[in-house]
């Protein structure tokens, strides 16, 4: 049996927060509105300004959150930064029924449980160039408050240290936006790339 064009598989993006992940997504279902489909996961965080519930998230409590793991509604779920987060099988089965591409922005302890699964995914991290370019546009997006910013910045280190296992597929860093968009959106239309070495990420 051949195996599945890339195009027809999922595809899990991951990376630290503030590196750029819904920037390039934004800019892809713009440029491509009927290729994909946004896995929209469940989250117990609040809210950000212009975020939609049901576009960007389900925005649930975290009692709801619990009846859902109990009713075993997720593929896989994590807690990041003191807010769970998850994926619904509902959400991916919806989606693989529209013949639309599934994307996934999950973090690292999702990546794992997907990869136990039987879902086929590629996997393409996105870095930064530079843990101070990470730091500057985390606080520069201005959704964090210092302490969110410290405790993402510090969970950033072990997406990064899972990406060094060579867990990923492909890497893409995140420098200039126009030469990541380029290299993002020919993963996302199937393509195979060759990957950006990943940057030492020690300043
Ligand atoms: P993520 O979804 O990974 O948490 P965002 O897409 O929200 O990250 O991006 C975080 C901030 O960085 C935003 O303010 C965004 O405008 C900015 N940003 C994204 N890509 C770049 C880039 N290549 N260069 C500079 N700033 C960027
Ligand atoms: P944010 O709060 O910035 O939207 O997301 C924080 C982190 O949670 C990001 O790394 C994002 O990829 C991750 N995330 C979003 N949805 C899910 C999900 O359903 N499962 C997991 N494991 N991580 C998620």
Redesign the pocket.
């Known amino acids: 049996m051949s195996p599945l064009p890339d195009f027809l598989r999922p595809l899990v993006i991951s990376?630290p927060?503030?590196?750029?992940?819904?920037?390039l997504l934004q800019r892809l279902f713009a440029e491509f509105p009927d290729k994909f489909g946004f896995s929209v996961s469940h989250t117990t965080r609040a809210p950000r300004p212009g975020e939609l519930d049901g576009k960007h998230y389900h925005f649930v409590t975290r009692d709801g959150f619990q009846d859902l793991i109990r009713e075993g509604a997720f593929i896989e779920h994590a807690e990041f930064s003191s807010n769970f987060y998850g994926t619904s099988f509902m959400t991916v089965r919806d989606i693989s029924q529209t013949g639309r591409r599934c994307i996934l922005d999950i973090e690292a302890q999702g990546v794992r449980q997907i990869k136990a699964t039987n879902l086929n995914a590629v996997y393409l991290f996105?870095s930064p160039p530079s843990l101070s370019a990470l730091r500057e546009?985390?606080r520069?997006?201005g959704t964090e408050s210092e302490a969110s910013a410290a405790k993402r910045l510090a969970t950033a280190l072990k997406e990064i240290e899972y990406a060094k296992e060579g867990a990923h597929d492909y890497v893409i860093v995140?420098?200039?936006?126009d030469r990541?968009y380029d290299l993002f959106k020919r993963v996302a239309l199937g393509e195979q790339i060759r990957s950006d070495p990943l940057p030492p990420l020690d300043d």
């Open positions: 990376g927060s503030g590196v750029g992940k819904s920037t996105i546009r985390l520069g997006r995140n420098d200039d936006l990541a």
